[in-house]
């Protein structure tokens, strides 16, 4: 094979790597319902309300049970979501990278903080973070990185930007430790103590796509008249149906340093 022969081979594979997987249409599908299903849950809320006030408790509460089932709804196509592209963009990643395209801030962050504490229990070196320039984020502004950093200030982990690539952010893991909750909170726990902040996808610097941004919820659980610890109960288990195959490429991950 020629000299330009490989080289075009090894642009090639290199582009290949650097796919953005938030731009596929399958990806795009599940978000889009996720939207949809906030949408619904959002006006069968103020419907509830309405009823309350009007003082028909009873289509009130039916309202009320409607959003709750909306909610799962849209965070179960959330995660699906979150599986999708994480899984995508990490399947051909070294085992000392990964990639949070396409992710929403927290789910970026759950996923991290599990990812870091594995890497320490197995000793390893460091941890090299594809969070993206934010070129094409909201108002230019990058989400994923400075959520990042923020768990890094948690565990006083020493962090800084690859000087190849300004998209990627490099954690040392060599003696370091994190909270010991990092490698056991599920989903659920996460996300109802970590409400603020943004929710938007980060996306890749090649490449603009036509991802519609919008504010996305917090991932909380709807109030309830009834019930609510047995249909909380139940949410989480759904929750944790989904997010167990996710985890499945964090273990192959570490598995790779072993």
């Not at 963009?89 to 801030?105: Q, V």
């Not at 890497?119 to 959520?147: D, F, M, T, W």
């Not at 923020?150 to 565990?155: D, F, R, Y």
């Not at 909750?181 to 490449?207: C, E, I, L, V």
């Amino acid at each position: 094979m020629s000299t330009a022969a490989v080289a075009n081979r090894g642009a090639l594979l290199s582009q290949q790597k650097d796919y953005n997987h938030a731009t596929d249409s399958e990806y795009k599908r599940l978000r889009g319902l996720a939207d949809e299903a906030y949408k619904k849950r959002q006006s069968l809320s103020q419907q509830s309300q309405q009823a309350f006030k009007s003082g028909d408790k009873g289509e009130a509460h039916s309202l009320s049970n409607k959003a709750k089932d909306q909610l799962h709804i849209a965070e179960k196509y959330n995660m699906q979501a979150a599986e999708y592209v994480f899984t995508q963009n990490n399947a051909d990643s070294d085992s000392n990278e990964i990639d949070l395209h396409g992710l929403y801030t927290k789910e970026a962050q759950w996923i991290l903080q599990r990812r870091m504490a594995a890497g320490i229990a197995n000793q390893e070196q460091r941890l090299e973070v594809i969070v993206g320039k934010g070129i094409h984020s909201q108002n230019g502004i990058a989400k994923i990185k400075p959520a990042v950093e923020e768990l890094c200030q948690q565990a006083n982990l020493r962090n800084y930007v690859d000087p190849k690539n300004s998209g990627v952010l490099i954690i040392e893991l060599q003696g370091a430790q994190v909270p010991s909750d990092w490698a056991s909170m599920d989903y659920s726990t996460f996300a109802r103590n970590n409400t603020s902040g943004g929710a938007k996808p980060q996306q890749h610097q090649n490449g603009p796509h036509n991802y519609t941004q919008q504010q996305q919820p917090q991932y909380q659980q709807q109030p309830q008249h009834h019930n609510q610890n047995q249909n909380q109960n139940q949410n989480n288990n759904k929750n944790e149906d989904l997010v167990t195959s996710l985890l499945k490429f964090l273990c192959m991950c570490v598995r790779k340093n072993m």
